[in-house]
């Protein structure tokens, strides 16, 4: 086991240890650590002395905590480790130890005496920890050394002198081993195993709400509310600093419910724990809890189906299985036994390539049948959070966190807040020591300058947008799991579409038939039912992967529409009712039997009397992009092997003699023209007479030597939806591109038919070769119309210049690996991907990112998982309301959600940044009109912060988010980093503005004639109410109002302002609100707010036109620096290089014209690069 598991890990180093995480390129480092006593008493000692400072500093940052109390050691000695993931977090984990006693952990019941050793390392006892250990021997004391990561176990493995995660121990089994499985584990074995792996639970922690609220109040956000209450207190600001600690205490309240609410639903959702029945290696049979089962257990299925509680190889009979909660797919799956003798035997196990043998956690096995024995069996490969489905509660429990230019800039924008802050404190701090204030009263108010600067409410205000984006998208069927993407689709610049069922129709509908005589194509046969009973008719009959499901056929679509043309019905043998009836006349067991359509529906000349049977089937696999099966006819001993799959690959498993010479002619009038076309071939099996015979017979050796039988021509209807859809994006400045496994003509037609490649534009195929014996790896760039054989146009001015390039699946694994400097070149230029496997379509879209492009990825969750997972933007169409498959899920079927989410998210971006800036520009209106009373001794009342605060400012940052998306989809793109010149810009002049005006305001006040100096012997609240404290008040109030309006742009991200109706009556009813306390301030009102009555009705007037001027001055400044101020200085300044990789590429290759060099092979240098021409 040590040589399989030896790729995932680093070499052996003292201390250091490097992890591989499942495909990703990047790896996990984990240093391991060593308690000393002494150093955590020392850190006891501070962390009192600090009265908890260093303990939440601790809280804040484990890692810190580890490195404080223990000293770096070899792993192997390590009772702490800290763990670096792939992202640069770190996280620790406590190394814990169990005791194996004299158990083992062999790789399978039939193993070798001599082999029956511990395959990990448990390492040995304590006392002997200083020998160098590299064989494990009986009379040793294994100890188990693990620790949990993200649910996960991973073990110490002795030779590798690294940890390893615990599901390495089960790669390398072949299939031949997990057969020999079926025997089932010793009671000892499973013993040893249950230690190693742990339970086969899915554990969410849904921790106490004692607990959840201790580590929210320690949050640096709750922290800062604390000590801001305390200091409010203590200025004798009661009022102000109950009400924040009430909204604070509610907020706290919902967070924790809400929080404990979905842990809870997330653990419901993942617990699983059922009875199963497990064979024992002594011949016993036993029922015990899933949570029980360990890798290598045997277990019985039901018949009538259950949920699969891990993920399993299935070893005998055939179950179908509904797989939708992993893969959003609504379609059940059948699962055939995994492959035994022969070569197949010898192929090491592979949930990926055996994914049509494996049964899946979570899964829902609809229903099982068993053809040999009276059970259907299967081996567990592996258990708890090393499943399909652990994997997915994983990835929600442990996201992959959303690298944003956005959120990294505003805490930069906070901390430059705070450095306002601060050198606003030392000012502060000069006047009053100038005033002779208490020094106490200085420390307390220069202290409440930072409360006043750094908004606390930033943080909820800024997830607004985002909130009423996920609910309107929730009301138009698409339903989001990761809100903080939401804001990303803003920045969509490419969206990979997948094709059949994405852009075209699920179902596709037979065209014809056409079939061979004496070699040749026949005409095409619209009606299958009217072919001869013969070889091509019993192919269509029999090469699926249908079965019955309460008497209903199901299966994959295009095998219904097949097998509806043909006009044959399945019949199978229900597990109660024995045999089936006429299966005497086939001499064998049988899977399913095909029976001829009834006389009366057969055409008058063709009369179909004979069924025939399956006896085995070799499933669809995308690597192979085949399936076939083994059937036997009535009278034969010999049985005969039908096959289905991709022409190119069914014709190269044919003896050459048996495939037409104008094959490919045929194959690319139909392609071209967008059917889809699957080739049939068949081949008689004389050494197969019986369906014992046939399970032994491996799959290689039956699909040779094929005859080629013809072709199944298949309409693929576009969607109504695609190509208006695909228009729009292209007109929007969003590279749209397709990735499909289907054929390279069909895809390119299709995506014609879609405009994704508009009429009077180019396509050339990229074809490139892997090395040869004497020659280097070569890529070639030919015109589509070449290869079709038509004329190359001599008038070569009817291209518009615009060129697409199409490759096949092949073409760009080649390139990969061999062209790695041409690659990104051809990617910013290619549209059509083809022949695409699942892991393909997600290192495409990891190969766009390394491109700096913001990738979308759009496709119907089956064979797309990957890639819909590894985008920035993943949509699944899928009926079900959301799937785990990507962050978003449509419940429509086609392609208009796309532009939908971009419009949202762009319309939430804008949002964000509005309601960044207004709450920036409320702090700073705040923090001038509290400095300009601290100049004169005063300050504003405990009622008016309140009203600021909690009527005007939240309020108003509330409902600026519900402002809708426009209605149409610009070629503008949203600003999407924070420090920029339009963000800055419109932020300093903004302040310069306020800061003018609420100076001015100050000024007109003191120069007039009834003007009263203010006491300036005492502070404030003593001292209010005043007229400097009134004036500001009802300036800066109207400020907070008018900057709420200006930085409530709509066009051209969002609908107008007077959409927003909620916002609007609540803006009118406040600006009322503000005029009346300015002009006629009465009664309750001016006592609670401490304001002071001024007389002059022209002064109030004034005020009024002060604010109305302030108004038209803010927007005209936005709306000057959004058309022409920020493109005068553009255009002034030397135009900077893109910090996008693409837009340097698209640029370079906007001054080659000539690129790509056409039908020139370019070959591979040593180097990976380009041979210069």
């Known amino acids: 086991m040590g040589a399989d598991s030896s790729r995932l890990l680093g070499g052996p180093r003292p201390g250091y240890g490097t992890l591989q995480r499942n495909t990703e390129p990047s790896c996990m480092e984990v240093t391991g650590y060593r308690s000393q006593p002494w150093r955590a008493a020392l850190c006891h000692a501070c962390c009192v002395l600090s009265a908890g400072l260093l303990l939440l500093l601790f809280h804040w940052r484990p890692s810190l905590r580890v490195r404080a109390m223990c000293k770096p050691c070899a792993l192997g000695r390590a009772d702490w480790v800290i763990i670096r993931d792939r992202f640069g977090q770190r996280f620790t984990a406590r190394v814990q130890t169990e005791m194996l006693g004299e158990g083992s952990l062999e790789h399978h019941p039939g193993a070798r005496l001599e082999d029956r050793k511990s395959s990990i390392a448990v390492g040995v006892a304590d006392e002997e920890e200083s020998r160098d250990t590299i064989r494990l021997h009986q009379e040793e004391r294994n100890v188990l050394r693990y620790y949990l990561f993200e649910g996960l176990r991973y073990v110490w493995m002795e030779r590798q002198q690294a940890y390893c995660r615990v599901s390495a121990l089960d790669e390398g089994w072949t299939c031949a081993e997990l057969h020999l499985c079926r025997a089932g584990l010793g009671q000892q074995d499973h013993s040893s195993r249950r230690k190693i792996y742990g339970p086969n639970l899915i554990e969410v922690p849904v921790k106490s709400y004692a607990k959840l609220l201790v580590e929210e109040v320690l949050n640096p956000f709750y922290i800062f509310q604390v000590l801001s209450i305390v200091l409010w207190v203590c200025d004798a600001y009661y009022y102000?600093?109950?009400?924040?600690?009430?909204?604070?205490?509610?907020?706290?309240?919902?967070?924790?419910?809400?929080?404990?609410?979905?842990?809870?639903?997330?653990?419901?959702?993942?617990?699983?724990?059922?009875?199963?029945?497990?064979?024992?290696?002594?011949?016993?049979?036993?029922?015990v809890s899933s949570a029980e089962l360990v890798p290598g257990d045997c277990i019985s299925l039901p018949l009538d189906g259950v949920l699969v509680p891990c993920d399993a190889a299935l070893l005998t009979g055939e179950c179908m299985v509904n797989e939708s909660m992993l893969t959003g797919e609504s379609v059940p799956v059948l699962k055939t036994p995994l492959p035994n003798g022969g070569g197949a035997a010898g192929t090491i196990y592979s949930p990926k390539e055996h994914q049509r043998h494996t049964l899946f956690c979570g899964t829902h096995i609809i229903q099982a049948r068993s053809y040999v024995g009276q059970e259907v069996l299967a081996v567990v490969t592996r258990t708890g959070f090393c499943t399909a489905k652990g994997d997915l509660i994983s990835s929600i429990l442990y996201p992959k966190p959303v690298t944003f230019k956005f959120y990294k800039d505003a805490v930069k924008f906070v901390l430059f807040l705070a450095v306002l802050a601060f050198i606003g404190t030392l000012y502060s701090m000069l006047i009053m020591v100038k005033n002779q204030v208490p020094v106490g009263q200085i420390i307390i108010r220069a202290l409440d300058l930072i409360t006043v600067i750094v908004p606390p409410a930033l943080p909820a205000a800024m997830t607004v947008g985002s909130i009423y984006a996920q609910n309107r998208l929730k009301k138009r069927g698409i339903f989001c799991i990761s809100p903080p993407r939401i804001n990303l689709c803003g920045k969509i610049r490419l969206v990979c579409f997948d094709k059949t069922g994405t852009l075209t129709e699920e179902g596709l509908d037979v065209w014809g038939v056409i079939s061979l005589e004496d070699g040749r194509f026949m005409p095409i046969i619209h009606e299958p039912r009217r072919l001869p009973s013969g070889p091509m008719l019993h192919a269509l009959a029999t090469c699926h992967?249908?079965?019955?499901?309460?008497?209903?056929?199901?299966?994959?679509?295009?095998?219904?529409?097949?097998?509806?043309s043909t006009g044959w019905r399945l019949e199978m043998a229900e597990e109660d009712e024995g045999e089936l009836p006429g299966l005497q006349c086939f001499g064998t067991k049988v899977l399913a039997m095909m029976n001829p359509p009834p006389e009366e529906e057969q055409p008058p000349d063709r009369k179909h009397r004979s069924p025939v049977a399956i006896l085995r089937r070799f499933p669809f696999s995308s690597s192979l992009q085949r399936m076939s099966v083994l059937t036997k006819h009535p009278g034969d001993d010999a049985c005969w092997l039908y096959i289905k799959g991709a022409p190119e690959v069914v014709a190269s498993l044919c003896s050459t003699e048996t495939v037409p010479a104008d094959f490919s002619q045929v194959l690319r009038h139909y392609t071209a023209d967008g059917f889809r076309v699957l080739a049939l071939a068949c081949r008689p099996l004389s050494a197969v007479r019986s369906f014992e015979d046939a399970l032994q017979l491996t799959r290689d050796a039956a699909e040779s030597s094929l005859t080629f039988l013809g072709f199944l021509v298949m309409k693929n209807v576009l969607k109504l939806e695609s190509?208006?859809?695909?228009?729009?994006?292209?007109?929007?400045?969003?590279?749209?591109?397709?990735?499909?496994?289907?054929?390279?003509?069909?895809?390119?037609?299709?995506?014609?038919?879609?405009?994704?490649?508009?009429?009077?534009?180019?396509?050339?195929?990229?074809?490139?070769?892997?090395?040869?014996?004497?020659?280097?790896?070569?890529?070639k760039f030919i015109p589509a119309?070449?290869?079709?054989?038509?004329?190359?146009?001599?008038?070569?001015?009817?291209?518009?210049?615009?060129?697409?390039?199409?490759?096949?699946?092949?073409?760009?694994?080649v390139l990969q690996e061999h062209f790695a400097d041409l690659l990104p070149k051809i990617?910013?230029?290619?549209?059509?991907?083809?022949?695409?496997?699942?892991?393909?379509?997600?290192?495409?879209?990891?190969?766009?990112?390394?491109?700096?492009?913001?990738?979308?990825?759009?496709?119907?969750?089956?064979?797309?998982?990957?890639?819909?997972?590894?985008?920035?933007?993943?949509i699944s169409l899928s009926e079900a309301e959301a799937s785990v498959a990507s962050p978003f899920t449509s419940c429509r079927a086609n392609i208009e959600c796309v532009p939908t989410v971009i419009r949202e998210g762009r319309c939430s971006l804008v949002t964000s940044f509005g309601v960044f800036k207004y709450m920036a520009l409320y702090s700073l209106v705040q923090f001038v009109s509290v400095l300009l009373l601290y100049t004169?001794?005063?300050?504003?009342?405990?009622?008016?912060?309140?009203?600021f605060d909690l009527i005007i400012t939240?309020?108003?940052?509330?409902?600026?988010?519900?402002?809708?998306?426009?209605?149409?989809?610009?070629?503008?793109?949203?600003?999407?980093?924070?420090?920029?010149?339009?963000?800055?810009?419109?932020?300093?002049?903004?302040?310069?503005?306020?800061?003018?005006?609420?100076?001015?305001?100050?000024?007109?006040?003191?120069?007039?004639?009834?003007?009263?100096?203010?006491?300036?012997?005492?502070?404030?609240?003593?001292?209010?109410?005043?007229?400097?404290n009134t004036v500001l008040f009802c300036i800066s109030g109207f400020q907070y109002l008018i900057l709420a309006v200006a930085m409530s742009k709509g066009y051209p991200f969002r609908e107008p302002l007077y959409t927003n109706v909620l916002f609007l009556v609540v803006l009118m009813l406040l600006f009322g609100l503000l005029i009346w306390l300015t002009l006629y301030p009465l009664g309750f009102p001016k006592t609670l707010l401490k304001l002071q009555g001024i007389d002059d009705l022209n002064f109030k007037l004034l005020l009024l036109g002060i604010a109305t001027l302030n108004f038209f001055a803010a927007f005209v400044l936005e709306t000057a620096l959004d058309y022409g101020l920020l493109g005068c200085l553009r255009k002034l300044r030397r135009k900077k290089a893109s910090s996008k990789l693409f837009k340097r590429l698209e640029k370079d290759l906007s001054q080659q014209p000539s690129w790509p060099p056409l039908n020139e092979p370019l070959f591979a240098t040593p180097r990976m690069s380009i041979a210069v021409r």
């Open 785 to 813: 119309e070449l290869s079709q054989g038509e004329k190359q146009p001599e008038d070569a001015q009817q291209w518009d210049g615009r060129l697409h390039l199409a490759m096949n699946g092949k073409s760009f694994a």
């Open 240 to 287: 102000y600093a109950a009400c924040i600690f009430l909204i604070s205490t509610i907020s706290l309240g919902l967070s924790l419910y809400e929080t404990r609410k979905q842990s809870t639903t997330l653990r419901n959702m993942a617990r699983m724990s059922i009875s199963i029945r497990v064979h024992r290696a002594d011949g016993e049979e036993a029922m």
């Open 827 to 874: 990617l910013v230029r290619a549209t059509v991907f083809a022949r695409m496997s699942p892991e393909q379509k997600t290192q495409l879209v990891c190969s766009l990112q390394e491109l700096d492009y913001c990738v979308g990825m759009c496709g119907d969750g089956a064979n797309d998982c990957g890639a819909l997972k590894a985008a920035d933007v993943g």
């Open 545 to 564: 992967s249908i079965t019955l499901l309460q008497g209903q056929p199901v299966g994959d679509p295009v095998d219904l529409k097949m097998v509806e």
């Open 954 to 1028: 939240t309020t108003v940052a509330v409902l600026m988010g519900r402002t809708g998306p426009a209605r149409e989809l610009g070629v503008r793109r949203p600003q999407g980093a924070l420090i920029s010149v339009p963000v800055l810009g419109s932020l300093l002049l903004q302040t310069a503005l306020l800061i003018t005006v609420q100076v001015l305001s100050y000024f007109i006040t003191v120069s007039q004639s009834w003007y009263v100096p203010l006491n300036s012997t005492v502070t404030a609240p003593q001292n209010l109410p005043n007229y400097e």
């Open 723 to 779: 190509a208006p859809v695909i228009t729009l994006l292209r007109n929007a400045g969003v590279r749209p591109v397709m990735v499909t496994g289907d054929n390279m003509l069909t895809a390119v037609n299709v995506a014609r038919s879609c405009c994704m490649v508009g009429p009077n534009e180019r396509v050339v195929f990229v074809t490139a070769s892997p090395p040869g014996r004497d020659q280097p790896a070569s890529v």
């Open 936 to 947: 004169i001794n005063t300050n504003l009342s405990d009622f008016q912060f309140l009203f």
